[in-house]
């Protein structure tokens, strides 16, 4: 099976940055679909950014827009968040994601759509 394993979370002040990196145990191929979730207590999992490889498509949470972006490197199997202007409300548990599909504006962040996941990272912005 695929595996997915994360890193790169912390603690950081608001406004601050991190970096987060989610290395597949296997390639990743053209017209797979990889991306971000994040959970915080007592709320759903929502996708936060995702990027098909092959394409140029990127999709973003409205929340996140102008401060996350995402992006990956296949040579490694990596996908990275560099997450900057961090809030408090970005504080969650990070997961990454993996779908043989090729994702799009309607689905990226629906959960279903992916079959592989990471143990997450947590990450923690005080104000």
């Known amino acids: 099976q695929v595996q997915l394993v994360e890193s790169g979370g912390g603690s950081a002040q608001a406004g601050g940055s991190l970096r987060l990196s989610c290395t597949s145990s296997?390639?990743?191929?053209?017209?797979?679909?990889m991306a971000w979730f994040r959970q915080a207590p007592g709320k759903q999992r929502e996708g936060v950014a995702a990027?098909?490889?092959?394409?140029?498509?990127?999709y973003y949470a409205d929340s996140v827009k102008g401060r996350f972006a995402i992006s990956r490197d296949n040579a490694e199997n990596t996908l990275y968040l560099q997450m900057d202007s961090l809030k408090p409300e970005d504080t969650a548990m990070y997961y990454c994601a993996r779908s043989y599909l090729s994702c799009s504006e309607d689905n990226w962040s629906d959960t279903t759509e992916y079959r592989f996941w990471g143990q997450g990272t947590q990450v923690t912005v005080s104000s």
């Open positions: 296997t390639e990743i191929y053209t017209g797979d679909s």
């Open positions: 990027i098909v490889t092959g394409g140029e498509s990127t």
